[in-house]
């Protein structure tokens, strides 16, 4: 059974850190390209940050670039997504995104999410 569980969410200062994580099982993961993506309130969904499933090539969302910083360790399957520079725009529910293929057909993951809200 696929499973991707994000934690680390919760309430962070402007200004503030925090750091994602989602630990994925029940699927190749080294195979997976990983992204993070967010939906705030009244928003729709938007890409955050993506990382290929070697994890040599990254990209990011204009917003949010240099200041967040996404990564993966394929030996513990889990992708961190390090947050800085918080602002309250950041607030949004924060999912995790596998997206590969298996055995030619494509293959698209989703966490349940986890709540990120920077607020002072």
């Known amino acids: 059974q696929v499973q991707l569980v994000e934690s680390g969410g919760g309430l962070a200062q402007p200004g503030g850190s925090l750091r994602l994580s989602c630990a994925a099982s029940g699927f190749t993961f080294s195979g997976y390209a990983l992204s993070w993506y967010r939906q705030g309130p009244g928003k729709e969904r938007e890409l955050v940050a993506r990382i290929t499933s070697t994890g040599v090539s990254t990209t990011y969302a204009g917003s949010i670039e240099g200041l967040f910083t996404i990564s993966r360790d394929n030996a513990k399957n889990t992708v961190y997504l390090q947050m800085n520079s918080l602002k309250p725009e950041d607030t949004a529910i924060y999912y995790c995104?596998?997206?590969?293929?298996?055995?030619?057909?494509?293959?698209?993951?989703w966490g349940q999410g986890t709540q990120v809200t920077v607020s002072s």
């Open positions: 995104n596998a997206n590969g293929r298996r055995f030619g057909r494509p293959q698209n993951y």
